[in-house]
């Protein structure tokens, strides 16, 4: 790859995001459609056998992220299938919006839902421009309507579109490709996206950036998104709402994911969601939510004098080192400085956990506790220092068991 | 050969160039006829297989008896029904090319991957949209290298035809050259056969490369 792509490794730490999405035009006005499932059966066999999906309903609400979460033969494949008719129900009712979706032939359907899947399913002819532009093809909408589509979308999902546009996908990496299969699934503006482990295929550093990116498009375009996995941290990372399924096809429980690990409704509840319950929680809140720790800021090349006194004033035992662009370097502790002198950059100790405001606090916690300093530094978009959190404070929220109140999420 | 008889007359060659051209003319058009209707029907019939799987033995075991008959048998067993006729040449030439383009029809939509499937149907293209838009162009390189097989191996057999008064280039080389006790027009007869068997693959291969522009790109940092 000759430009700097987003997925060029992370530089100082793993939790933010290498391309943030920087677009500026309006992303999609429709928001999302209510899904509805009542008493929906599917069964491969003949009547009598065991039913994959057995009698399901759930209403999902407008633009949230309902993740169906279970063991493998759960059924939730197969459930999120009914919803575009890749897979026809044995009996029950699915409407989006309250249209009934078996009144609406299957091409129609489909071409109004997005659709995302594993390993991604990108068309190896068509280049990524043309891969993006497929349903709007389909729709036949005019040329110069599709041309601006792609463009705006490949911004949206953080692809420069004059670099990428011509590419071929088997000159992308896998994460570029689950990127455009986002767009893809995105070009029509459809009110309901349906996604099968969509992250499973990318490594664990990628899918955590790209669960990230995801959360922030999803804040923008508010689609109703039936989302599968089978991993139930990702499940508790994304969902508004989990549904968990056990074999067979039965909802185990609907419902919020702070919901759902303060009270599992039943053993298997609990053994799916795991040991760690309270450690998970953590997953639900960010670090936007914690009040930020006003840091000791010194920048390479300048005085030490200063930074001593300033140091001297703070609560926190460590100065943030950045670049002359504000960039974190490392960490100076009182120790590391000798009076006078300009301070350079092998003084600091290397390794500061760069966090954004929507990391996790159990990612936070994690990122933390593998860096020698245990503070993380809380950097903007554009990497601009935001402010500090602390080992300490995620301890407090754990001991607590009360989550921090949210901030509002649509930033 | 007569004594004295040289291997080679430039004479014979210049001054016959337009006799020679007709017989090339012939054999590429017996080719590409061959070829052309070969293809067809084999594409129709991989079509037919790919909905009905339980037909691939009946479709693959014909194609592999008919490529298995020699084709001297071959012209016996159809000129009591279509004479000695261009239209004998051809029967058994197309039958040469049914087994080769037919598993490579197959084989070429067979590799389009399950993902890439379920993708587009996902998106809602119709079942024909797909096949046209989606697993024709994937399989392309494929269904192309089955063309070039095919091709070649036409381009040779159409000199056997000669025999039925048909060849092509095999009328210089059969009727003229050995018959004739003439070398020259064996040599210049098979000379041209294989540089037109080399120039059409050359050209299929051509076309396949420029119909198929993402299938040389790579690079990707996976």
Known sequence: MTTAGPDDPPSVAALRTATPMTSTTSASSTSGAVVELDHVTKRYGPPGTAPAVNELSLTIPAGEICVLVGPSGCGKTTTMKMINRLVEPTSGRLTIDGRDVLQIPPVELRRGIGYVIQQVGLFPHMTVGANTAVVPRLLRWPEARIRARVDELLDLVGLDPAAYRDRYPSELSGGERQRVGVARALAADPPVMLMDEPFGAVDPIRRDRLQNEFLRLQARVRKTIVFVTHDVDEAIKMADRIAILQRGGILAQYDTPDAILAHPANDFVERFVGADRGLKRLSLARVRDLELIKPVVVTAGADQTGATGDLHASSVDYALLVDGGGRPLGWIRQGDLHGQGPINAEQATPGASLLEPETTLRDALSAMLASSVQLGVVVDARERVLGLISVDQISEVLQSGQLPVRADAAG | ?222
């Open chain 2, 1 to 222: 050969m007569p004594p004295g008889e040289p291997l080679l007359r430039p004479d014979w060659i210049v001054q016959n160039l337009d006799v020679i051209g007709e017989r090339l003319a012939e054999h590429l058009g017996m080719t590409a006829t061959a070829v052309a209707v070969g293809f067809l029907i084999s594409f129709v019939l991989a079509l037919l297989i790919r909905q009905r799987r339980t037909l691939t033995a009946a479709v693959m075991g014909t194609a592999g008896i008919l490529y298995a008959i020699p084709s001297l048998a071959l012209f016996a067993f159809l000129i009591p029904f279509t004479g000695i006729s261009f239209l004998t040449a051809e029967i058994a030439l197309v039958s040469y090319t049914l087994l080769i383009l037919v598993r490579n029809i197959l084989l070429g939509l067979d590799s389009v991957p399950g993902d890439v499937l379920e993708a587009a149907n996902g998106m809602g293209y119709t079942t024909r949209q797909r096949l046209w838009r989606v697993e024709l162009p994937i399989a392309l390189p494929i269904i192309v290298a089955g063309l070039r097989i095919a091709t070649v191996t036409t381009v040779g057999l159409v000199t056997v035809t000669s025999l039925i008064g048909q060849g092509g280039l095999g009328y210089l080389i059969v009727v003229v050259g050995i018959n004739g006790f003439f070398p020259t027009a064996t040599y210049v007869g098979a000379f041209l056969s294989v540089a037109l068997a080399v120039a059409a693959d050359t050209l299929l291969l051509a076309i396949q490369r420029r119909l198929t522009p993402w299938s040389r790109a790579r690079g990707a940092t996976t």
